[in-house]
């Protein structure tokens, strides 16, 4: 079974620029989380979808927004993007049916550059 | 809120030493718990789990138990190789916050031949 797959893995844009990411679950998942891992922060949750709803969401400005469609896929995108927005972006998919099989899959991360 | 606490690194140890690594956490309710670990230049990859008290998650010769007297999940391995060299971090997530996981600051563990 593929894995979650995140698109693309590397990026470089300019502060003012906006960005979108992509994330592909795991077949079969319908929930799709996303972590914004920096060196000062570690990992923090930015939003949860399930069902092309967004459940959950931590605690980012509006500038980061996210979205998922009908067949599960999601997008990311960061608006006006500053120098703090650095980070490598995680994607994880789930299940989501009970808590015993609810296990967050990972994919290996954009790795975004802000200059 | 919930959260998570991982004993500071980095750790260096030699091959074929005993490795444990201390994680503790404040939460509500009952949590589920995991270690992860990321490698080089990876994304993070699923090493164990525990959903409920005295559970213990096991994989790849690393152990922990959820021992919810202690509100801890320390995670061991009896005998380190090169290839364990990674960051380990410890999580939880909860059913009453939609299964979000909360992580802690991560421990760089290497391991020298």
């Known amino acids: ?115 | 809120g919930d959260s998570v606490t991982q004993m500071e690194g980095p750790v260096t140890l030699s091959e074929e030493a005993f490795l444990t690594i201390n994680c503790t956490y404040t939460a509500t309710g009952y949590p589920s718990l995991f270690w992860y670990v990321q490698y080089p230049g990876e994304g993070l990859q699923l090493l164990l789990k525990a959903t409920k008290a005295d559970d213990k998650g096991s994989n790849k010769g690393f152990e922990a138990t959820y021992r919810k007297e202690t509100t801890s999940f320390h995670l061991e391995k009896g005998s380190v190789q090169v290839s364990d060299s990674a960051v380990y971090f410890c999580a939880l997530t909860k059913s009453s916050n939609d299964y979000k996981l909360s992580f802690g600051a991560g421990t760089t563990v290497t391991v020298r031949a």
Request: with cysteine.
């Open chain 1, 1 to 115: 079974k593929a894995g979650v797959t995140q698109t693309p893995r590397y990026l470089i844009k300019t502060r003012g620029q906006q960005v979108t990411l992509s994330c592909s679950p795991i077949s079969g998942h319908r929930s799709v989380s996303w972590y914004q891992q920096t060196p000062g922060q570690g990992l923090q949750f930015l939003f949860e979808y399930f069902s092309e709803t967004q459940r959950n969401k931590g605690n980012f400005p509006g500038r980061f927004s996210g979205r998922q469609f009908s067949n599960s896929r999601s997008e990311m995108n960061v608006s006006t993007l500053e120098l703090g927005d650095s980070a490598l972006y995680l994607c994880a998919s789930s299940l989501k049916l009970r808590v015993e099989e609810d296990t967050q899959y990972f994919g290996p991360g954009t790795r975004l550059t802000v200059l």
